[in-house]
Nanobody, 117 residues
Framework: QVQLVESGGGLVQPGGSLRLSCAAS????????MGWYRQAPGKQRELVAV???????NYADSMKGRFTISRDDPTNTVYLQMNNLKPEDTAVYYC???????????WGQGTQVTVSS
């Protein structure tokens, strides 16, 4: 099972930026999807962004133009650059990984992002 360690959450003012990191350990994978979900109190967990091995990315509509997902393959790390943050972005952000060959998946522990003035 892949282990995921998240970091980078915190408190930021509206309009500010944060970069989340998710480091995966255990194996180097050829075919995978890795991304970010978020969950606010009282709401369902929702997809934020995903990147596939090969570089294809996808974003939820509300994040397009503000959030960017990227990879650093040598360190098995995925980043989420969040710009122009809004109060409605406040949530716990979870890293997610799935091996597309075996369908085995893993979740990070979550990191809190709070956007408030």
């Amino acid at each position: 099972q892949v282990q995921l360690v998240e970091s980078g959450g915190g408190l930021v003012q509206p309009g500010g930026s944060l970069r989340l990191s998710c480091a995966a350990s255990g194996s180097i994978f050829r075919f995978y999807a890795m991304g970010w979900y978020r969950q606010a109190p009282g709401k369902q967990r929702e997809l934020v962004a995903v990147v596939f091995s090969g570089g294809v990315t996808n974003y939820a509509d509300s994040m397009k133009g503000r959030f960017t997902i990227s990879r650093d393959d040598p360190t098995n790390t995925v980043y989420l650059q969040m710009n122009n943050l809004k109060p409605e972005d406040t949530a716990v952000y979870y890293c997610y990984f799935v091996d597309l060959a075996t369908r085995s998946d893993s979740w990070g522990q979550g990191t809190q992002v709070t956007v408030s003035s």
